[in-house]
């Protein structure tokens, strides 16, 4: 399950479930089902902080049923990924002044406060979009793999 905890939009279950057709599926929340939740994935837009819970599904067949590992939804945008430039304060904003520094240092080769080092140019891209496109972004966990996975907290991409 991935969940975009830092601006608590969305998040989407997805099982891996293999077994002798056909599959039976029931999504719970906290240990209780949810009601009419019975798809292979789920998935939630305008995810509030009464979402927050531990999410498992039961899938069964023929053969019985088995349980998935909890997942946990939280409502702590501290716990999304910050982007490494975002660091005086690390609010989910890239400022002028962190985006000076940043570029900085990658021209120098110098080390940074958070990895990777050296600094990679495509860190250094999504960083200058980031702050192009208004300063604040959030972590989307379906946009790609970092630094893809930090996006424009208004437009999206």
Not at 111 to 114: G, K, V, Y
Not at 145 to 151: D, K
């Given at each position: 399950m991935s969940a975009n905890s830092s601006a608590l939009t969305r998040y989407r279950g997805t099982n891996l479930a293999t077994g002798t057709p056909?599959?039976?599926y029931q999504?719970?929340?906290?240990g209780q089902p949810l009601a009419g939740q019975t798809g292979a994935t789920r998935s939630r837009n305008n995810v509030q902080s009464g979402d927050a819970g531990n999410y498992t599904v039961v899938v069964s067949n023929s053969a019985g049923q088995v349980t998935s590992n909890?997942?946990?939804?939280?409502?702590?945008?501290?716990a999304a990924?910050?982007?490494?430039?975002?660091?005086?304060?690390p609010d989910h904003r890239i400022t002028l002044e962190e985006m000076v520094a940043y570029d900085a240092a990658w021209k120098r080769g110098q080390?940074?406060?958070?990895g990777p080092h050296p600094i990679p140019l495509d860190y250094l891209i999504r960083a200058a979009t980031l702050y192009k496109r208004g300063e604040t972004y959030r972590h989307d966990p379906t946009a790609g793999?970092?630094?893809?996975?930090?996006?424009n907290a208004l437009e999206g991409r």
């Open positions: 056909p599959l039976s999504w719970r929340k906290n909890p997942a946990t939804l939280t409502g702590d945008p501290a990924p910050r982007h490494p430039a975002d660091f005086n304060p080390p940074w406060p958070e793999e970092a630094p893809l996975w930090w996006v």
